[in-house]
């Protein structure tokens, strides 16, 4: 079982959508990343999280520690947020970064 | 905010020659520096961990004679791949991390195709 698991793989919606989606993990962790990577390959840092909520723009994230599980949340989306969306953890034993298989979000016009 | 710049961006080559990546952070102290490998239509994957003046820490099943990393300063890291062989294309990505801070900031990576 690996140990970061993101759902849904891959998500197709409407503009105006509301879109979430979900990162668990297994292990005890240092924070929570949650990236966003462009069709050219580039890397955005969204989010880093260690507790509670963060929200920036149309984008919120969200932890919840006892449960091992994190939310991306997109408020009224756009075609421009169409990227695979990643979630990254820091493990506390080691720091060694785990990333989850991403998902590759579509927004329709 | 923290930039960290990656060149180059795109590199084709010969097989059996090496090609040197270079991740710079441009305004900020780099105290460990994260390479990743990504195949097409796959997650990212960690190469290896390294630390300003100390040797780099690999993944399993990662060559580490074949993947150089030098982290020679908090400014600089690279990343050589020797003897590149085309199962060796990919695109290959840095982070960095500001000393205590979680916080990772990306290069733009660099797409390596061996012919």
């Known amino acids: 079982k690996n140990e970061v698991e993101q759902s849904p793989q891959n998500l197709t919606a409407q503009e105006g959508e509301f879109i979430t989606i979900n990162c668990s993990y297994s292990v005890g962790i240092s924070a929570l990343h949650w990236l966003q990577q462009h069709p050219g390959g580039g890397i955005v840092s969204l989010f880093m999280?260690?507790?509670?909520?963060k929200k920036h723009g149309r984008l919120i994230a969200t932890i919840n520690i006892q449960e091992k599980h994190s939310s991306l949340h997109i408020t009224a989306s756009h075609p421009r947020d169409s990227a695979v969306y990643i979630c990254a953890v820091r493990k506390t034993s080691n720091y060694q970064l785990i990333w989850g298989a991403g998902t590759k979000l579509i927004i329709k016009p | 905010g923290a930039v960290v710049s990656q060149h180059p961006s795109r590199v084709i080559c010969k097989s059996g020659t090496s090609v040197k990546i270079e991740c710079r952070s441009l305004?900020?102290?780099?105290?460990?520096m994260f390479w990743y490998r990504q195949f097409p239509k796959q997650s990212l994957m960690l190469m290896a961990t390294?630390?300003?003046?100390?040797?780099?820490?690999?993944e399993q099943g990662v060559e580490k004679d074949k993947f150089l990393i030098n982290h020679a300063s908090l400014t600089l890291s690279t990343l050589t791949v020797t003897s590149a062989h085309p199962e060796d294309s990919s695109f290959y990505i840095c982070?960095?991390?500001?000393?205590?801070?979680?916080?990772?900031?990306f290069g733009s990576g660099t797409q390596l195709s061996v012919l």
């Open positions: 982070s960095a991390a500001q000393g205590a801070e979680v916080k990772l900031f």
């Open positions: 390294s630390n300003e003046g100390s040797k780099a820490t690999y």
């Open positions: 999280l260690s507790s509670g909520k």
């Open positions: 305004d900020f102290q780099a105290t460990t």
